[in-house]
């Protein structure tokens, strides 16, 4: 069973640059959240797509946009980038829209913007 | 509202010595579920335990006991005869059906010490 994988690990990206994470889910999930971890701080949740829909949000700005693929990875993009948006963002799936379940992190994509 | 605190930000603690984290959240649904996150150096999310607010009985798991009191609005996790390999931040979190949103708390870093 292949677990929840990230790319890029590293990203180095400039003010007003956009960026595309990718995420691909555990096999048999069918639900992705994103996260952004500030440093010292935790996860905050941005939004979760289940079957390609955005279906929660959290309290991020609309340049935060995602997608899911019928194979149920997904992408996380995120436009006119800021110096505040340096983060490690998280990618969880779980197996049911509910993620009350249990969720399956991968090992994040840590953004620095200059 | 809806929050979680993790007041303790640090602690530090001699191999084999019993620990408690301190969990407190708030929130108005009566249909919640809590959870309690490892994250170790590596950076990954490790699931430990998930409770729904209509469950209020203790669990154990091996070192683990997890304390979780309505009353109190608190859920708090103990670990018995710590390990160096206990080192790590962990996260208490909150999950609302109503909002439909995740909240983490901020996390404790624990250092056990050989």
């Known amino acids: 069973e292949t677990g929840v994988t990230q790319s890029p690990t590293h990203l180095i990206k400039t003010r007003g640059q956009q960026v595309t994470l990718r995420c691909s889910s555990q096999?048999?999930?069918?639900?992705v959240s994103w996260y952004q971890q500030a440093l010292g701080q935790g996860p905050q949740f941005i939004f979760q797509y289940y079957r390609e829909e955005e279906n929660g949000r959290g309290n991020f700005p609309p340049r935060f946009s995602g997608l899911q693929f019928p194979n149920y990875s997904s992408e996380l993009n995120v436009n006119a980038l800021e110096l505040d948006d340096s983060a490690l963002y998280l990618c969880?799936?779980?197996?049911?829209?509910?993620?009350?379940?249990?969720?399956?992190f991968g090992p994040g994509t840590r953004l620095t913007v200059l | 509202a809806q929050k979680v605190t993790q007041a303790q930000t640090e602690i530090s603690v001699v191999e084999k010595e019993d620990v408690t984290l301190d969990c407190v959240y708030e929130t108005r649904d009566t249909t919640y579920y809590l959870f309690w996150y490892k994250q170790p150096p590596s950076g990954e999310l490790v699931f430990l335990i998930r409770r729904n607010s209509f469950d209020e009985q203790n669990e154990i798991s091996g070192r683990y006991s997890w304390n979780f009191q309505k009353s109190t609005s608190s859920f708090n996790f103990t670990i018995t005869a710590s390990q160096v390999v206990d080192s790590a931040v962990y996260f208490c979190?909150?999950?609302?059906?109503?909002?439909?949103?995740?909240?983490f708390g901020t996390g404790t870093r624990l250092k056990v010490l050989a």
């Open positions: 096999s048999g999930h069918n639900t």
């Open positions: 979190a909150l999950f609302n059906s109503g909002t439909y949103k995740y909240i």
């Open positions: 969880a799936s779980s197996y049911s829209w509910g993620s009350y379940n249990e969720q399956f």
